[in-house]
């Protein structure tokens, strides 16, 4: 399963993409992560493991706490995708564009 497939498969699940976002906006110990949501913690630390395998999130150990924080590198593949794929529904409108309006001549 290509990177991207999984990424988007992690975030598809509304509980992993609650974290995610928070971690985003600041790294945040599991324990301040599971704070937030209505989950257990086990939940919670399972949903960080897949957000981890997909790339998106990493972990680091500060003292007794695992902290987790968004990975750019995940961030910037998942960025490339999608960022094609935009690339490639603009070209898709162009075509429909022009086919449904046709250039006018000049006279």
Excluded at 5 to 14: I, N, Y
Excluded at 65 to 90: F, K, M
Aim: aromatic residues 4%; glycine residues 6%; charged residues 20%.
């Amino acid at each position: 399963m290509p990177a991207s497939a999984r990424q988007l498969a992690a975030l598809a699940d509304p509980s992993r993409r609650a974290l995610f976002e928070t971690i985003v906006r600041a790294p945040a110990p599991v324990a301040e992560l599971a704070a937030g949501l209505p989950i257990s913690r086990p939940a919670v630390s399972q949903h960080l493991r897949v957000l981890q395998q997909a790339g998106l999130i990493t972990c680091e150990r500060a003292g007794t706490r695992n902290v987790y924080r968004a990975d750019p590198a995940g961030l910037a593949a998942l960025r490339g995708y999608l960022d094609g794929l935009w690339a490639q529904a603009l070209v898709n409108l162009k075509a429909v564009a022009e086919a449904s309006y046709p250039q006018r001549r000049k006279s």
